[in-house]
């Protein structure tokens, strides 16, 4: 039966992939990969459990305004660069085969090297470690067992808790009166949560096509209806002075294809979408934000072996666009227009592994 044969290798590609949202300064950092985690392929019987564990690596540091790209920040060694680590622990049940519940556990480690945080004359090093915001939501399946076997959607729905510290601090040189360091909050994009609590709304499906194919896709919103969180930016600004919480998005929709000569191994090629809107779409939206998006080609590859999958997908940007803001909008004149920049990764590496913790071995099965 297809869906007994997908019922671990489609749960992991769907889960992997929106985990990994969040590709420098603008897009979703790890505490925000939530579409996933509320949402991810739960195809389960009543009963059993799926425990998944993922991992994401990415470096930014490629700077643009809009669409355009200035190449001589890295040429003049003036980039600011992110080096983010991630690792959710996410736990899943199946109250029935067509509903499940779903809690996250995210930590984060970011390293963050910056000239213009230091004075502008020396290059220094931030970071920032630990829990980041917990995820805990509920989805249901549209069809039932049997009807399912051309393929299934699901629509989601569940919240983001502020757990993680949103005024993390670090040490900044030569910035005081007289030159000498300071204890500040480090930057936006590497802050471990928002404090916001997020109202998350997201979908996935997958559909089996012949020639050993399926077609997969998944995405949310999450909107955070809370404006600024009160943390200091110490940017030059009046208007950016405090961070904004802003609502973030994500989509993704691809390809999986089997191989039939090797059981339970796949390939994936899709495309994804992700970013922070200017404006929020419940709430105000003052304070500062990097708003923006990113579009990628997504290539992967997914092996299943009994009840364990482990995936592999590494995302490649192909458009970075960073978007103006409203503090942007409202600071400019005609004759200075305002367009903040952002610094963005080439590429992603994402990697998970799950267990389905199933009531009986999953029955093998070959499309055609």
Not at 141 to 146: A, C, K, P
Not at 171 to 179: A, D, E, L, R
Not at 259 to 274: A, D, M, N, S
Request: with cysteine; proline share 5%.
């Amino acid at each position: 039966m297809k869906l007994k044969f997908y019922s671990l290798l489609i749960p992991a590609l769907l889960w992997c992939g929106l985990e990994s949202y969040g590709q420098g300064c603008v897009a979703i950092r790890q505490f925000s990969g939530v579409g996933n985690a509320i949402g991810q392929g739960n195809l389960l019987e009543k009963g059993e459990w799926n425990f998944n564990t993922n991992y994401r690596y990415f470096k930014s540091f490629r700077h643009f305004r809009g669409t355009h790209q200035e190449r001589e920040r890295v040429a003049n060694n003036t980039e600011v660069i992110n080096w983010s680590h991630g690792l959710d622990f996410n736990i899943s049940y199946a109250f029935s085969s067509r509903v499940y519940g779903i809690v996250s556990l995210p930590l984060a480690y970011n390293e963050r090297s910056s000239l213009y945080e230091h004075g502008r004359t020396e290059r220094h090093m931030t970071y920032s470690g630990g829990l980041a915001d917990m995820r805990i939501g509920a989805g249901y399946w549209i069809l039932g067992e049997e009807k399912s076997k051309s393929g299934n959607m699901a629509f989601g729905a569940g919240i983001k808790l502020p757990t993680g510290d949103y005024n993390a601090l670090g040490i900044f040189y030569n910035v005081g009166p007289n030159g000498e360091p300071q204890t500040r909050p480090v930057d936006q994009s590497i802050q471990l949560g928002d404090g916001g609590v997020g109202l998350i709304l997201d979908m996935q499906g997958y559909w089996f096509i012949p020639g050993n194919l399926v077609w997969y896709y998944d995405g949310f919103y999450m909107f955070n209806p809370r404006n600024t969180n009160g943390t200091q930016t110490f940017r030059a600004r009046q208007s950016e002075g405090i961070m904004s919480v802003p609502d973030q998005y994500a989509f993704r929709t691809g390809l999986l294809k089997t191989i039939p000569k090797i059981h339970g191994l796949g390939f994936t090629l899709g495309g994804r979408i992700e970013g922070i809107p200017v404006r929020d779409f419940i709430g105000e939206s003052d304070g500062f934000r990097r708003p923006g998006y990113i579009i990628s080609v997504e290539p992967g590859a997914s092996y299943m072996i009994g009840n364990f999958t482990t995936t592999l997908n590494v995302p490649i940007a192909l458009i970075r666009n960073r978007t103006r803001s409203l503090t942007d909008i409202a600071d400019s004149t005609p004759d200075n227009i305002r367009h903040g920049d952002a610094a963005f990764a080439d590429y992603l590496v994402n990697l998970g592994f799950a267990y389905r913790l199933a009531k009986k071995q999953p029955t093998p099965f070959k499309l055609n």
